[in-house]
């Protein structure tokens, strides 16, 4: 199982944010994956394997985190940013998301 | 570049069956796994099921087990989800997704499947 937190942060433009991610039981940061998803829209990768970027991904976004505590990192948000995250296991279950909102 | 477009949603009364099909170009189709993934309304992503690159191996989600077949045609370039004893707690969009290192790396626009009488 895994438990994202909080459910909610209302943030302002500029800001750095930490998302977190927490498993039930010890994984290997190789089957954890970060995503974005917007209103209307289909998902999207942002991290695998828990800290690498996928192919056109900002730098503003970074992965980390080992064991059973996981982090997704955006060290500025834009407006393009406020969205829905999600974390992954294996490709398979997924977080309960964290929704980032502009305050 | 890789694309996937899901087809065969719509309306189904509770009980009923559905079979959903995913589309792929600009890609090796049979070097992939591929997953479905479901949301429902306002809710957040659930996986459903995942097929290996032959079709000999399928993992599904528990809720959805002996109901549901996911199956592929390589020849074809196409997933299918074959959903039988619909309930009303299947209604959501329906997503197909690749997989690559351990994530899903393309994902079509989903097909709204709704189970309502």
């Known amino acids: 199982e895994l438990t994202q937190s909080p459910g909610t942060l209302s943030l302002s433009p500029g800001e750095r944010t930490t998302l977190s991610c927490r498993t039930s039981?010890?994984?290997?940061?190789?089957?954890l994956a970060w995503y974005q998803q917007k209103p209307g829209q289909a998902p999207r990768v942002l991290i695998y394997g828990a800290s690498s970027r996928a192919a056109g991904i900002p730098d503003r976004f970074s992965g980390s985190g080992s064991g059973t505590d996981f982090t997704l990192t955006i060290s500025r948000l834009e407006p393009e940013d406020f969205a829905v995250y999600y974390c992954?296991?294996?490709?398979?279950?997924f977080g309960g998301g964290t929704k980032v909102e502009i305050k | 570049e890789a694309q996937l477009e899901e087809s065969g949603g719509g309306l189904v009364q509770p009980g009923g069956s559905l079979r959903l099909s995913c589309a792929v170009s600009g890609f090796t189709f049979s070097n992939y796994w591929m997953n479905w993934v479901r949301q429902a309304p306002g809710k957040g992503l659930e996986w459903v099921a995942s097929i290996n690159q032959d079709g000999s191996e399928n993992y599904y989600v528990g809720s959805v087990k002996g109901r549901f077949t996911i199956s592929r045609d390589n020849a074809k370039n196409s997933l299918y989800l074959q959903m039988n004893s619909l309930r009303a707690e299947d209604t959501a969009v329906y997503y197909c997704?690749?997989?690559?290192?351990?994530?899903?790396?393309?994902w079509g626009q989903g097909t709204l499947v709704t189970v309502s009488s």
């Open positions: 992954q296991y294996r490709g398979g279950s």
């Open positions: 039981q010890t994984i290997s940061s190789t089957y």
């Open positions: 997704a690749r997989s690559r290192d351990n994530a899903n790396d393309y």
